[in-house]
């Protein structure tokens, strides 16, 4: 309620002004491009706005990145693997790696963090001396960002002494 001061109007007996009630206007109705013209001056909640929107693009490459990093880890293990399992067939050829088999399992056993199997390794006498092959089915952990398994292979050979 407004309280004015009208010259026509008496005074209360203590001296304070009497209340006037202002007329009541009723405010237009707002039209679709008088609200868009305010929400467009209205910047707040943009930054939830833009994150709602990178988040997924961002967290998508940080998990792209992580699987990559995965994959070229896995590669190199592998790849020692072999190397390590045909080194040790040459060089210990009557201990620990005496057979084919245990080749094999030395191979598996070499990169222990990944688990692989020693049906992953194979271990022949080829004309380039002792050759261990290894073949591996990689899986992705993000199987909905990245949708296809790479079968990996690596091999090394070492000349008989």
Not at 82 to 88: D, F, I, L
Request: charged residues 10%; hydrophobic residues 45%; aromatic residues 10%.
């Amino acid at each position: 309620m407004v309280e004015a001061y009208p010259s026509d109007h008496h005074h209360g007996q203590l001296g304070n002004p009497l209340p006037v009630s202002p007329m009541i206007q009723a405010s237009p109705r707002k039209t679709a491009s008088s609200c868009a013209r305010g929400l467009l001056g209205d910047g707040r909640g943009t930054t939830a706005v833009e994150f709602a929107l990178l988040a997924p693009v961002l967290f998508s490459l940080i998990l792209g990145a992580i699987e990559f990093g995965r994959f070229l880890w896995t590669v190199e293990a592998l790849n020692y693997s072999v190397q390590e399992a045909a080194r040790c067939w040459v060089v210990n050829p009557d201990g620990k790696c005496a057979t084919s088999t245990a080749v094999q399992t030395f191979a598996a056993n070499a990169a222990p963090q990944l688990g692989f199997a020693a049906s992953n390794f194979t271990a022949s006498v080829a004309a380039c001396g002792y050759q261990v092959v290894a073949s591996y089915k990689f899986k992705f952990i993000a199987t909905g960002l990245i949708p296809f398994a790479p079968t990996l292979s690596a091999q090394a050979c070492f000349p008989a002494t």
